[in-house]
Structures are given as C-alpha cells and as structure tokens.
C-alpha cells in the first residue's frame, strides 16, 4: 500500500470535514480545498493539479448542470399548478382512510420526482394536518410514510441531483438506475414509512400544530392522469432508451421481409436521442410549460418567473456537483482510486458495504446527503471499471443509501421535519432520525440482495 497516497486521502477527508464543520464554509470551496490538498501531499506537479480540476469539472458538469437545470424547472412548473396536492388527495381518496399511510408514502415517492424532498414536504404539510385534526390519531402516522417516500425518491431516483451527480462520476446509465432506484426504493419506503409508522404513531402521540399561515379556499387542481403522465414520460423514456440499447437487444434478429431487425440501428439511435435525459427533460418541461401553465391561465411572464427561481437553488446543487467532480479527478490522477481498489481486493470487503460505509461515515459527520454522495462517489469511481451496468447501478445505490443514514442536528432535514411537526429533539431521534436509519439499512439489505443476481 502506497502509505503517502493513503495519507493524502486521509488529510484531505479530514480538511473537508474542518471546513464544513468548524467553518461552517460553503461545501463548494471545501471541496475544492480538499482535492487541492490532496493532490499536493500526494506529489502532484502544480500545473497537473488545476488541470484536475477543469477536467473534474468541465466532465461533471456537462452532464449534471443540464439535467439538475431541467428538473429543477419541471418541479417547479408541476409545484405552481397544484400538482402534488391533487396526487396526494386523489390517491388518499382511491385507498380509504385504512390505508392512508400506504397513499401518503406513494404521493411522496412519485412527488419527489420531479420536486425536492424540502419543497414536497412543505406543500403536502397541510394535508397531513387535516388528516390528524379529523382523526385525531398521531401526526406521526401520516407524516413518517410522507417523509419516506420523499426520502427514498430524493436519494435513490434520477433526476433528482443526488443519484444523477453520482451516477456521472460513476459512469452510471441514468436508466438503469432508474430501475434499481425503484426496486430498492419501494421496499425501503415500505419498511420505513407505513411499517415503521404504525409502531412509533403508538408511542409517541403529536397533533398538528396550529398554523395561521395555511391557505384556505377551493382551488382547481389539474387531473391526477395528466400529473402522472407528465411525470413518468420522461422516466419511461430514459429507462426505454436503456433497455432498448442494453446488450440484451444486440442479438434480436425480427425479421421483417428483406430487412434486417425490427430493431434497427435507425431505431435505437432516435431512440438514444429521445431518450436521452437532455431530450427526455426538455420534452417534460415543454408539456408541463403548456399543459401545466398556459392551458391553465398561467401568463408567459409567470411562467418565466418561476423558471427562473428554481435555478437557484439549482445553481448552488450544480456547483457543489462539479466540485465533488473536481474532488474525484484528483483522486483518480494521484492514483489514490487503484490504491483503494487493491486494499479491497486484498481485504476481501464488499464493494457496495465499502460505499455504503464511506456515504454513512460523511454523513453523520457533516450531515449533507449530498455532499456525502458526491464524497463517496468520488473515492470509488476508480473502482468500476470492470463492472457491468447493473452493478454500477447498483453502486449508486449504495451510496445514496449511506448517505441517508442517521439523520441528526447537523442536518437541516432533521430541523425542518422538527418545526413543521412541533416534535423536540428527542422526539425527532426517535422518529426522523430512526426513519432514515431504517431506510438506509433497507436500501443496503436490497442492494446486497440484488447482487447475487446481477
């Protein structure tokens, strides 16, 4: 083992940690220092260094800035038109008041597709207050299976930023991520939200805090079939795209009079067009623009204006992405990326309990799922080259699920769910904290499942 490269990584985790923790400075720069620091203690010639690090970003950001850019736009043009509430009171009308908690974990593993986890939770806030004002059972059994499903979809399932900035430094097909993101993540919202729901709602008792500022008044909601075909057509595409240009399609052979495949070469190419994320995204954001705002009285300014908002809060997400990207090609340069490789084949670990580790240890330290992903990601992108797709996929996974692990007071997570559900801190570890350590076990057990298969 090369005791200066494992030095190198070492201080330069170490430097990111101190930066976000005791400085409290922007994860951005910190990750930028860091993969400076540790190109330097590794012995990096200074030019190579800044070459790093345009190439780290430049190959991150051509990717991520477009697809975190488009998104972010899709959810806030689905979030204006009342979209969220009108699948939530749809689907707790299609279950019954028995299996409300199974409806709520659906609304938000669907909702935070296209809109954050922070967004999500605070437009659907009122309808969890209602439901615990006529039932007067715990706010706990409606609002844990929400937080979940938010939970899930925000770390496991593109093109929300996590999974997308770790699937481009991983190298990942964004649908077969797709894929896992949904196989692992129904399973772990399952566990940690309606299951998980029902023992804590019995031991710890909340009602919904009064609020003044809950709009009231009848509003017209767009139809829940427009909102879900809205939101799966760019899913289905990217995961057609996949599927149809996977290997499995490479020996096909439909014959169709002289030609020579039902799928053809034209075929999968318009296909990886259309299916791209970059087309797939856009095609969204058109649909929703018309059918969500301008059929709907939404002005062409407005819809500008709100537009332009949710790149924002985009813009800080595409930043610290390219950083994180910045922070890999470092560790790939120095040659820290084979090191790591041959201490895990010598020592015999799991790759995906490796990422899985490393993700859960940044997390609880500094408290950011995403600057945990993006950490991680970095240090095993070295890692993948003899993997196929799905185990990549996989890998993603694994990640993300470390990353969710734990939530606690260094996480805004953990102070927004305590304020808008009126719990107090200990509350908040026996119910938020606990949720997300569940669901982060869940999504390794899955993973470590699925392995065997793939």
Same mark, same amino acid.
């Given at each position: 083992?090369?005791?200066?490269?494992?030095?190198?990584?070492?201080?330069?985790?170490?430097?990111?940690?101190?930066?976000?923790?005791?400085?409290?400075?922007?994860?951005?720069?910190?990750?930028?220092?860091?993969?400076?620091?540790?190109?330097?203690?590794?012995?990096?010639?200074?030019?190579?260094?800044?070459?790093?690090?345009?190439?780290?970003?430049?190959? $991150?950001? %051509?990717? &991520? /800035? !477009?697809?975190?850019? *488009?998104? =972010?736009?899709? #959810?806030?043009?689905?979030?204006?038109?009342?979209?969220?509430?009108?699948?939530?009171?749809?689907?707790?009308?299609?279950?019954?008041?028995?299996?409300?908690?199974?409806?709520?974990?659906?609304?938000?593993?669907?909702?935070?597709?296209?809109?954050?986890?922070?967004?999500?939770?605070?437009?659907?806030?009122?309808?969890?207050?209602?439901?615990?004002?006529?039932?007067?059972?715990?706010?706990?059994?409606?609002?844990?299976?929400?937080?979940?499903?938010?939970?899930?979809?925000?770390?496991?399932?593109?093109? $929300?930023? %996590?999974? &997308? /900035? !770790?699937?481009?430094? *991983?190298? =990942?097909?964004? #649908?077969?991520?797709?894929?896992?993101?949904?196989?692992?993540?129904?399973?772990?919202?399952?566990?940690?939200?309606?299951?998980?729901?029902?023992?804590?709602?019995?031991?710890?008792?909340?009602?919904?805090?009064?609020?003044?500022?809950?709009?009231?008044?009848?509003?017209?909601?767009?139809?829940?079939?427009?909102?879900?075909?809205?939101?799966?057509?760019?899913?289905?595409?990217?995961?057609?795209?996949?599927?149809?240009?996977?290997?499995?399609?490479?020996?096909?052979?439909?014959?169709?009079?002289?030609?020579?495949?039902?799928?053809?070469?034209?075929?999968?190419?318009?296909?990886?067009?259309? #299916?791209?994320?970059?087309?797939?995204?856009?095609?969204?954001?058109?649909?929703?623009?018309?059918?969500?705002?301008?059929?709907?009285?939404?002005?062409?300014?407005?819809?500008?204006?709100?537009?332009?908002?949710?790149?924002?809060?985009?813009?800080?997400?595409?930043?610290?992405?390219?950083?994180?990207?910045?922070?890999?090609?470092?560790?790939?340069?120095?040659?820290?990326?084979?090191?790591?490789?041959?201490?895990?084949?010598?020592?015999?670990?799991?790759?995906?309990?490796?990422?899985?580790?490393?993700?859960?240890?940044?997390?609880?330290?500094?408290?950011?799922?995403?600057?945990?992903?993006?950490?991680?990601?970095?240090?095993?992108?070295?890692?993948?080259?003899?993997?196929?797709?799905?185990?990549?996929?996989?890998?993603?996974?694994?990640?993300?699920?470390?990353?969710?692990?734990?939530?606690?007071?260094?996480?805004?997570?953990?102070?927004?769910?305590?304020?808008?559900?009126?719990?107090?801190?200990?509350?908040?570890?026996?119910?938020?904290?606990?949720?997300?350590?569940?669901?982060?076990?869940?999504?390794?057990?899955?993973?470590?499942?699925?392995?065997?298969?793939?």
């Amino acid at each position: 083992m090369d005791y200066q490269l494992l030095l190198a990584i070492s201080i330069g985790i170490i430097v990111l940690l101190i930066l976000i923790l005791r400085f409290k400075m922007q994860a951005f720069i910190a990750l930028l220092i860091a993969g400076i620091t540790v190109g330097v203690i590794a012995g990096m010639p200074p030019v190579q260094i800044i070459d790093s690090i345009k190439n780290g970003m430049g190959g $991150t950001l %051509g990717f &991520v /800035a !477009v697809v975190v850019g *488009l998104g =972010a736009m899709f #959810g806030a043009i689905l979030e204006q038109s009342g979209g969220a509430e009108a699948l939530a009171s749809y689907l707790l009308k299609k279950f019954g008041e028995k299996n409300t908690s199974m409806a709520l974990m659906l609304t938000g593993f669907f909702i935070a597709i296209p809109v954050f986890f922070d967004v999500g939770f605070i437009i659907l806030v009122p309808l969890i207050y209602s439901l615990q004002r006529r039932t007067k059972k715990s706010l706990l059994l409606y609002a844990i299976p929400l937080l979940a499903g938010l939970a899930v979809t925000h770390a496991f399932i593109p093109p $929300t930023p %996590g999974p &997308v /900035a !770790v699937a481009d430094i *991983l190298s =990942a097909d964004l #649908g077969w991520v797709i894929l896992m993101g949904f196989i692992t993540g129904i399973p772990a919202a399952l566990i940690s939200g309606p299951v998980f729901a029902k023992y804590i709602s019995k031991r710890i008792h909340i009602e919904a805090p009064e609020v003044d500022n809950i709009q009231s008044g009848e509003k017209i909601f767009p139809g829940v079939g427009v909102i879900l075909t809205i939101i799966g057509i760019p899913i289905l595409l990217i995961v057609a795209n996949t599927v149809l240009n996977s290997p499995f399609f490479d020996n096909v052979n439909l014959s169709i009079g002289n030609e020579k495949s039902f799928f053809s070469i034209d075929l999968k190419a318009w296909m990886g067009l259309i #299916g791209h994320p970059f087309t797939a995204l856009i095609l969204a954001n058109v649909i929703a623009w018309y059918v969500l705002g301008i059929r709907r009285g939404t002005t062409r300014a407005e819809l500008l204006e709100i537009c332009t908002k949710s790149l924002g809060p985009a813009g800080i997400i595409i930043l610290l992405t390219g950083a994180g990207g910045a922070f890999k090609q470092l560790l790939v340069d120095t040659g820290s990326g084979e090191m790591i490789a041959g201490y895990l084949n010598q020592s015999g670990m799991n790759i995906f309990l490796f990422a899985f580790i490393l993700a859960a240890m940044v997390r609880i330290l500094q408290g950011s799922a995403t600057v945990a992903m993006i950490t991680a990601a970095g240090i095993v992108a070295s890692l993948v080259i003899d993997m196929n797709p799905l185990e990549t996929a996989l890998l993603v996974i694994a990640i993300a699920s470390g990353a969710s692990i734990l939530s606690h007071v260094n996480d805004s997570g953990f102070w927004l769910v305590s304020k808008y559900l009126g719990l107090d801190e200990k509350q908040t570890f026996r119910s938020w904290t606990i949720m997300t350590t569940i669901l982060a076990l869940t999504g390794l057990a899955m993973v470590s499942l699925l392995s065997l298969f793939v």
